[in-house]
């Protein structure tokens, strides 16, 4: 497996620490960047993808900046622009040698939080959901002219115009599940939240190109065996967020790696039982003393400790 970490574009101390610990994967994310910006021209991923291996960096992700928003998801005006920009963005990835890209389907709100603050293991701060808590907000306006129906409409539409141009460039496409996996969140729907779920998405077009980001936090909310869902879908699995909470989709709490639920070793001997070998990193860690909490889940000391338990455990079952 390649053991990945989110690192910004340009260098500085956290590609030091990464190569440090014996990380040499990065997952470029929308995270690090700030301004919104989702590069899809050659010259622009050319760049970013020579800096990263000029440093001894191997990209092996794109994730959350790539050219995909409600214009697509919710079938707006541009919609079809907007694919033919997502279809250029893969086959310039392709050519590039980057051959995965994770990209989700929730639409309106979207990665939902109700604390950012919540205590944890000696005052570590964490992230947690409460759906009685969120449901007291306003609903978004699209909420009013959407079904799960639409989604599910609009996903296959993307899937049948995007899977064949994956294939061509060599790109997998991971769908990441909707965070929380839910029915719907202040009237928004959310399609992508069970098993059966994934198995309508990766049936619309029967391809290992048309596959999955396994994000175990949100399979763990779904209230599902984790390690026996990792078997289930098997080679559609093209991407691993590691991580996982106490509790399920209508509450839970983000959990130390080490100190959650879930068995974390019978999961990466689930990983090696299907020969998963593709990327897998630390998703939503702890924020720990020193760091001000500006992105929750995502600074730098609790991936390390993260990456050191994934090592940890990879090394134990190999």
């Known amino acids: 497996m390649q053991l990945s970490l989110v690192l910004p574009p340009e260098p500085d101390e956290r590609w030091d620490k990464a190569k440090q610990i014996g990380v040499d994967h990065a997952v470029y994310h929308s995270l690090e960047l700030g301004d919104g910006r989702r590069p899809s021209q050659y010259d622009e991923l050319l760049r970013v993808v020579n800096r990263y291996r000029d440093h001894g960096l191997e990209p092996a992700v794109f994730e959350g900046s790539?050219?995909?928003t409600d214009t697509t998801r919710?079938?707006?005006?541009?919609?079809?622009?907007?694919?033919?920009?997502?279809?250029?963005f893969l086959r310039n990835l392709g050519k590039l040698g980057v051959n995965v890209v994770c990209?989700?389907?929730?639409?309106?709100?979207?990665?939902?939080?109700?604390?950012?603050?919540t205590p944890s293991r000696g005052d570590s701060l964490t992230t947690s959901y409460s759906d009685e808590q969120m449901r007291r907000g306003p609903a978004p306006?699209?909420?009013?002219?959407?079904?799960?129906?639409?989604?599910?409409?609009?996903l296959e539409y993307f899937l049948e115009r995007v899977v064949p141009v994956a294939e061509e460039a060599d790109v997998k496409l991971g769908l990441h599940p909707d965070d929380p996996p839910i029915r719907d969140v202040r009237g928004m729907p959310r399609i992508v939240n069970s098993p059966e779920a994934?198995?309508?998405a990766v049936d619309v077009v029967d391809s290992p190109y048309n596959g999955i980001t396994f994000c175990q936090g949100n399979f763990a909310a779904m209230g599902v065996d984790v390690p026996a869902t990792i078997r289930r879908f098997g080679d559609?699995?093209?991407?691993?967020?590691f991580r996982d909470v106490e509790g399920g989709a209508d509450g839970f709490v983000e959990m130390w790696h080490d100190d959650g639920p879930t068995d974390m070793a019978a999961a990466i001997e689930a990983y090696r039982d299907i020969g998963f070998?593709?990327?897998?990193r630390p998703d939503h860690v702890p924020t720990m003393a020193g760091e001000d909490n500006s992105t929750p889940g995502y600074h730098l000391s609790g991936k390390l400790f993260a990456s050191g338990y994934i090592r940890g455990l990879l090394d134990a079952t190999d």
């Open 198 to 200: 994934y198995e309508r």
């Open 141 to 154: 306006a699209a909420a009013r002219s959407t079904t799960a129906d639409d989604l599910w409409a609009n």
């Open 236 to 241: 559609r699995i093209n991407f691993v967020h």
């Open 74 to 88: 919710l079938a707006k005006d541009g919609r079809d622009d907007e694919i033919d920009e997502f279809c250029r």
């Open 277 to 280: 070998d593709g990327p897998i």
């Open 66 to 68: 790539v050219p995909l």
């Open 103 to 117: 990209y989700d389907w929730m639409a309106g709100l979207r990665w939902a939080r109700t604390s950012v603050t």
